[in-house]
């Protein structure tokens, strides 16, 4: 067995004899250790905060209940309550519970639809001393201003004031050399081909309320068109998506696309053939413009576009890469106007097989599918972005028209009530969304440039997308048009009527407006008016047979 011994030295002994001559002694007492504060509960009019709040009032209490009493004089320099420029919203601060409660009341009332960020930062304490243990961000929007931003005004007057701004940005902000459509309202030279169709619609529009006289639209559209002529690069008949509006030559759209847009050149011819069977008196200035119009029209080579003659017509071809972009037009989307054109064409008409396999892709465009209770005969799940419901019908009537695919008036107005009733069920419950506040289609959004529409609904709404429906939902789409106007007006009316699109849910407005978005305003307003548009273009005789030859039916053929 192993015996460990310990040494004892005489210091030891002294230490330890003098402990057992002394009275125990009673622990010294140690200070609290100081602890960190934190937030229990944080509620924003009694709704509790832990996500972004909508819809707030405009001086709503914030209630956050601490782990600990606040030191209180350092609640000024570490709360604060901020909105997006950075300003700082004037509040007061009171205390419940023993100080441990804190309740924010702003001051001033705060600005309605404004997002607002409520900080706390660590440089608040408790009572003891102890610092904050993790800073707060979190963020509110106040509600909308439900007061009418202007006088109210009869639907037939709000109507013509709506044209009447709108159309200014054909007219006021046309291109001064050129006559033709900027692209958008910053966009300076670049000038737009189809949006310059809608324009050149836009300005028949104007004359015929008497905005502009009949001379001044004539010469207005024969400006375009001696441009168009002696200026412009033309690509076996067709012309560029961009141009320069003062010397005519082609910008590329995107690498490879810098010669013809087929598409963007079937609207223009649209918009062409309605100025054409409107300025038909004898007036040596419409003479000149109606000859001008025939030759543009009769130059497209529409046969050029199936690339070595297949049965489909393809969107772009450049004289530097060729049918490269190699993107057939196949429907159900925007294009049909294309067909449309190409079918009317005097010179070089497309055949029917040409439609049939090309555009309804035998059938397969079809969808035939129900969707909140009203069947979509054609296109994608939802319907997709409503311009496929506009720009082809500014000039074709869809009233009573059908062919082997589709009523087109079941398809155009159940199109844009799917649209509507989507917005009205919020599906993704974006902030905003109502009966009122509905419309998707393509337009800005913060940042870039979306085609909106149910399957990819990122919480934008573009005004054109319901006003532009105004003939296949008119109830529905006067309500909104009266919520951007009246509620909005402050935010979305500006020099050229609505600006393109807004999000109440990330509290953006855009300021911007394009001649695609605000061109079919204008239009489809007169059309559900007078039909004056769809009359105009499918009076014409070769849109009349070139219809027809395609299976077209409807009264008006």
């Not at 001086?59 to 604060?80: C, D, Y």
């Not at 966009?187 to 502009?212: K, P, Q």
Request: proline fraction near 5%; charged fraction near 15%; charge should be neutral.
């Amino acid at each position: 067995m192993n015996i460990k011994f310990k040494i004892i030295t005489p210091a030891i002994i002294s230490l330890l004899l003098a402990g057992c001559s002394k009275k125990d002694a009673p622990s010294p007492v140690l200070p609290s250790p100081v602890l960190p504060i934190n937030i229990k509960t944080i509620s924003l009019d009694n709704v509790n905060f832990e996500n972004t709040i909508y819809g707030t009032k405009i001086s709503p209490p914030i209630k956050v209940i601490f782990s600990q009493p606040v030191k209180q004089n350092t609640v000024a320099a570490s709360v604060s309550v901020i909105d997006a420029t950075g300003v700082n919203a004037v509040v007061s601060a009171s205390f419940q519970n023993n100080d441990s409660t804190l309740v924010i009341i702003p001051a001033i009332p705060l600005k309605y639809l404004t997002k607002y960020t409520v900080k706390i930062s660590t440089a608040l304490q408790s009572a003891t001393g102890g610092v904050l243990a993790e800073a707060l961000n979190k963020t509110f929007i106040t509600q909308i201003d439900s007061s009418d931003k202007f006088p109210i005004i009869s639907d037939s007057l709000l109507l013509d004031k709506v044209q009447q701004q709108t159309f200014k940005y054909f007219w006021d902000f046309g291109h001064p050399v050129s006559g033709m459509a900027r692209e958008r309202n910053s966009s300076g030279d670049l000038v737009t081909t189809g949006g310059t169709g809608f324009g050149i619609m836009a300005i028949v529009t104007a004359v015929n309320r008497n905005f502009v006289t009949r001379a001044q639209g004539a010469a207005k559209v024969l400006l375009i068109a001696n441009f168009l002529t002696g200026n412009c690069t033309r690509y076996h008949g067709a012309f560029a998506h961009w141009i320069n509006g003062a010397t005519g030559a082609s910008i590329p759209f995107s690498t490879n696309d810098d010669g013809a847009d087929l598409v963007e050149t079937s609207y223009l011819m649209e918009g062409l053939i309605t100025a054409r069977q409107y300025f038909n008196t004898a007036d040596a200035t419409e003479t000149d413009l109606r000859n001008k119009i025939n030759a543009l029209w009769n130059g497209v080579d529409w046969n050029w576009f199936r690339q070595n003659n297949q049965n489909v017509l393809y969107w772009h071809w450049s004289a530097n890469s060729g049918f490269i972009i190699n993107a057939p037009i196949s429907g159900w989307n925007e294009a049909l106007i294309t067909y449309v054109m190409a079918s009317s064409s005097l010179t070089s008409a497309i055949t029917k097989t040409v439609y049939d396999s090309g555009w309804a892709r035998n059938g397969a465009m079809q969808n035939n599918n129900t969707y909140y209770g009203y069947p979509l005969p054609l296109g994608p799940a939802l319907g997709g972005p409503l311009f496929f419901e506009h720009y082809s019908f500014l000039g074709i009537n869809p009233v009573g028209l059908k062919d082997g695919y589709a009523n087109y008036q079941t398809q155009t107005i159940n199109h844009t009530k799917i649209n509507y009733e989507y917005c009205k069920a919020n599906p993704k419950q974006w902030y905003g969304y109502s009966s009122l506040c509905w419309g998707l289609t393509a337009s800005d959004i913060q940042g870039g440039y979306n085609a909106n529409a149910p399957d990819n609904d990122v919480g934008v709404i573009a005004p054109t997308a319901a006003i532009s429906s105004l003939p296949y939902t008119p109830a529905e789409s006067m309500a909104a048009l009266k919520f951007f106007y009246y509620k909005l007006g402050d935010k979305m009316w500006g020099d050229y009527g609505f600006y393109d699109a807004f999000s109440l849910k990330d509290v953006w407005f855009a300021n911007s407006t394009l001649a695609i978005d605000q061109g079919p305003i204008i239009i489809m307003i007169e059309n559900y008016r007078t039909g004056l548009l769809w009359n105009l273009f499918t009076s014409a005789p070769e849109i009349k047979n070139g219809m027809k030859a395609l299976g077209f039916t409807a009264p008006y053929l």
